[in-house]
């Protein structure tokens, strides 16, 4: 069983950053994908980026490319998504998510097996 703990979330004025960490429990991350997604209330759980632990090949959705930058710390076993110039709309519950995938579905839930507990990020305007 593997255990992602996050960390790094909390509330920002529109334009500022956050960084958000993961930390899994084995060093082989718990799969060959690593992903970050979120929830808003009411509102379905989306991808937001992943990462190809192997190789560090990212992918990221369209709402986030040029803003969010998903990393792995192989040392720490951890994976790490900078938030910059945030926007009202990036507020929701960001997981941290862990699996043996293909890269087609690499921003698809249910394509996870492992979850963390969620981080609340909240974005003013």
């Known amino acids: 069983q593997v255990q992602l703990v996050e960390s790094g979330g909390g509330s920002v004025q529109a334009g500022g950053s956050l960084r958000l960490s993961c930390a899994a429990s084995?060093?082989?991350?718990?799969?060959?994908?690593m992903a970050w997604f979120r929830q808003a209330p009411g509102k379905e759980r989306e991808g937001v980026a992943a990462?190809?632990?192997?190789?560090?090949?990212?992918y990221y959705a369209e709402p986030v490319k040029g803003r969010f930058t998903i990393s792995l710390d192989n040392a720490k076993n951890t994976v790490y998504l900078q938030m910059n110039s945030l926007k009202p709309e990036d507020t929701a519950m960001y997981y941290c998510?862990?699996?043996?995938?293909?890269?087609?579905?690499?921003?698809?839930?249910?394509?996870?097996?492992?979850w963390g507990q969620g981080t609340q990020v909240t974005v003013s305007s």
């Open positions: 998510a862990a699996g043996d995938l293909v890269t087609e579905r690499s921003l698809a839930p249910d394509a996870y097996t492992y």
């Open positions: 084995t060093y082989a991350y718990g799969g060959n994908f």
């Open positions: 990462i190809y632990t192997p190789r560090g090949s990212e």
